[in-house]
């Protein structure tokens, strides 16, 4: 039987999922989702996550919800085909560690310095809210700060584990995409490591179809 | 047992003195139980905090963040406590408790939970601990707003994990994980610092749990440190 993925995926945390599954080229379901009429509210759904969000995965009798917690399970289990994107093979527990510490690093800073910046400008206003512009002003002081510590690092080694492409740079696709899309590029393509760094990890053949699964159908 | 330094915001000495009795060693301690679980040894290198040592260039070489904990095992080094956790989780998997799940499901789940904290249940949590315990002791200000919306965050996770814990032992399932474990530093000062054990009292499974967790021989230890 197919994962069956529950999401949508415009969705950062859903895309976050989805990139993991093109990399691995993994065989599943899509099943459609409906937030706007409050699919995510239903019994039904929130026997599957009690928090009420996408994605869910469901693998045979294994319900599992949190994105990060979805990817590290895909890629236990898939560890066999495509890339070795959690170092799982025997000795590169080092490395492994390594990832574990940037896949926190962008739980911990990165997503969490980009979410009140990306939300204002691309969420608030489908709410009908007018972006808050100071929490934009904070949010890009506080992001600036994390990026330098991923500029500094991202000078030493090509990819943020080391010199391996790998889930932790994964992790980061879907807020930068978004991050892309908006007006703060410069954020990104005035800190040469970083740009490196994001041209090499979005032009990746799994990347790139992330990037089509994340443009709306319509302009 | 191999021998892993830990440079943190606590060590016994420092506890001593009033400045820095109150000094939050919370993640520290998540780093700490698990390690004591794993029957590895460690030595704690206190840095002061109130010092801004976390600040300087030696310190920011191992992490650029200048946040505490970081552990050092011989030539290489580690942040982000669950990130320790996680490791020393694996590295040491034969030996001490098992805190990663028997099998891929089980591991799953264990992950599951443990993003569960660090997603739903640290950010609101961090706040009530910042503004009621910190903030006082630093002469900032409390902001009341951020309290008030904290703790109704919090009590709507808990009420999830008063569900869940209703259907198991623990939140992964009927063995102890790193997905407990990782709830155990910062609760421990919202039920014995800032008042505010009711959100954990008043739910019988989650209070069950939360007596059952920490009656563990490592929690015990952790504090005495």
């Known amino acids: 039987m197919a994962l069956k993925l529950y999401g949508i995926p415009m969705s950062t945390c859903t895309a976050r999922v989805l990139a993991c599954i093109y990399e691995k080229n993994i065989q599943f379901q899509l099943v459609p989702f409906n937030l706007a009429v409050g699919e995510h509210k239903q019994p039904s759904f929130v026997a599957k996550n009690p928090f009420g969000v996408i994605p869910v995965l469901e693998d045979e009798d294994l319900t599992l919800f949190e994105s990060r917690a979805i990817t590290a399970y895909l890629l236990k289990k898939y560890k066999e085909q495509g890339e070795d994107l959690l170092r799982l093979k025997e000795g590169n527990l080092k490395e ?16 969490p310095a980009t979410t009140p910046i990306l939300y204002e400008y691309f969420f608030a206003p489908r709410r009908g809210k007018i972006p808050d512009q100071k929490v934009i002003e904070d ?37 930068t995409l978004y991050l892309m899309r908006s007006p703060w590029v410069s954020l990104i393509s005035s800190r040469p490591h970083v740009k490196a760094w994001w041209e090499c990890i979005s032009s990746r053949p799994a990347s790139l179809k992330v990037v089509q699964a994340m443009t709306p159908a319509e302009k | 047992m191999t021998a892993v330094e830990e440079t943190t915001s606590l060590s016994g000495n420092l506890s001593k003195t009033p400045r820095a009795s109150w000094i939050l060693p919370a993640l520290a ?29 030696e310190f920011l070489k191992l992490q650029p963040f200048g946040v505490a904990p970081v552990m050092q095992d011989g030539d290489y080094s580690l942040y982000e406590s669950r990130a320790i956790m996680r490791y020393y989780s694996e590295k040491y998997k034969s030996q001490g408790t098992d805190l990663l799940g028997k099998t891929l499901e089980e591991n799953g789940l264990a992950e599951q939970w443990l993003e569960t904290e660090g997603q739903n249940y640290h950010p609101p949590i961090y706040n009530l601990i910042l503004h009621l315990l910190f903030h006082p002791k630093l002469g900032l200000p409390v902001d009341d707003k951020i309290v008030k919306e904290s703790e109704e965050k919090l ?71």
């Open chain 2, 29 to 57: 301690y998540m780093s700490r139980t698990c390690l004591i679980e794993k029957e590895v040894e460690f030595k704690i290198i206190p840095i002061d905090i109130l010092e801004g040592e976390q600040k300087s260039p």
């Open chain 1, 139 to 175: 949010g890009i002081v506080k992001f600036q700060k994390v990026l330098d510590v991923y500029e500094s690092r991202l000078s030493q080694s090509k990819y943020l584990a080391g010199d391996f492409y790998s889930l932790a740079d994964l992790h980061h696709l879907s807020f």
């Open chain 2, 155 to 225: 009590e709507k996770v808990l009420d999830i994990y008063e569900e869940r814990l209703s259907k198991s032992k623990y939140l992964a399932g009927e063995f102890f994980s790193l997905a407990d474990l990782s709830h155990l530093p910062f609760t421990h000062y919202l039920v014995n610092d800032i008042g505010r054990a009711y959100l954990i009292r008043n739910r019988k499974h989650v209070s069950a749990w939360w007596d059952d967790i920490t009656s563990r021989e490592s929690w015990k230890k952790v504090l005495q440190l």
């Open chain 1, 96 to 111: 492994e560690a390594m990832v574990g510490l940037w896949t926190e690093v962008e739980s911990q800073q990165y997503s």
